[in-house]
């Protein structure tokens, strides 16, 4: 057999094997949520428009894959982190944060998209995030429960990056929206948060499906692109000036 036809028939099985897992173990939902993301804008749309907004010279992107995204930013000073490909450092997330001295005024999240890591990835970024800067984070919307299982079981999988998402809602220091692009980009900014979501539940892993859809405009403050674009830009009414 061909290696690719191999390599098809493998990934064929793991996928199936995966969702009758989460299916036994009580994971699945009918549920969906009922956004249809348009081709454009896309996240590099976004991004390069907050670049040239706000002057943005230093960009991070964790999660580089082949570059589609990462070569196409326009930013002076690029940094791709990546453990298998793309980018400009071989590295995981985390090792790169350990060894980092570093500032960024834009950083996409783009790495593993396990809730866990990308709340690391999202407290790491804050870190050394520069004053007005802008912190953006891919995959927040899952349309079906299948794509955000903790294993990929479809060709689109955005895990549970919505988790940590939702998290960041609940943070004091922490303004965020969800732009209704591209499978859900979150954009977050270092400020008094502008709309604080409350949950008694502190246990953000063990949130449904079925919760977010029933009320994903609210638990991830969705918006669209140009309200989205006018929350990070600094100067504007909804963004925050740039000390000189
Ligand atoms: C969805 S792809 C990134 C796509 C790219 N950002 C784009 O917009 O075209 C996810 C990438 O994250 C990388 N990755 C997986 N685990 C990671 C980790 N712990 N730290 C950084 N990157 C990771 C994978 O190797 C993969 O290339």
Redesign the pocket.
């Known amino acids: 057999m061909q290696p690719q036809l191999m390599q098809r028939l493998v990934t064929g099985c793991q996928w199936a094997h995966g969702r009758l897992w989460n299916y036994l173990a009580g994971n699945y939902s009918r549920a969906e949520i009922p956004v249809v993301f348009p081709e454009k804008p896309d ?1 590099k749309d976004f991004l390069n428009e907050l670049i040239s907004r706000n002057g943005y010279r230093t960009y991070l ?10 070569s196409k930013i326009a930013a002076p000073h690029k940094v791709g ?6 980018g400009t450092l071989r ?4 090792d790169f944060f350990a060894r980092n001295a570093e500032r960024f005024d834009l950083i ?1 999240i ?4 396990l809730y866990e ?1 990308v709340q690391k990835d999202i407290l790491h970024s804050l870190d050394v995030l520069e004053d007005g800067g802008t912190i953006v984070l ?1 995959d927040c919307v899952p349309t079906r429960c299948i794509e955000q299982y903790d294993t990929q079981v479809t060709r689109i999988w955005n895990g549970d990056v919505w988790k940590a998402m939702v998290e960041a809602r609940t943070w004091e220091g922490v303004d965020a929206v969800t732009c209704l692009i591209d499978f859900g980009l979150g954009v977050l900014r270092k400020r008094a948060n502008g709309d604080p979501l409350h949950l008694p539940n502190g246990n953000f892993k063990s949130l449904r499906f079925d919760f977010l859809a029933a009320d994903y405009r609210r638990l991830l403050r969705a918006v669209g692109f140009d309200t989205a674009l006018a929350f990070a830009t600094n100067g504007s009414r909804d963004g925050t000036r740039r000390p000189q």
């Open positions: 996240r992107e964790i999660g580089c894959w082949n570059d589609d995204c990462f982190v990546d453990p298998r490909s793309g590295l995981t997330s985390d996409f783009d790495g593993l998209h890591q891919h």
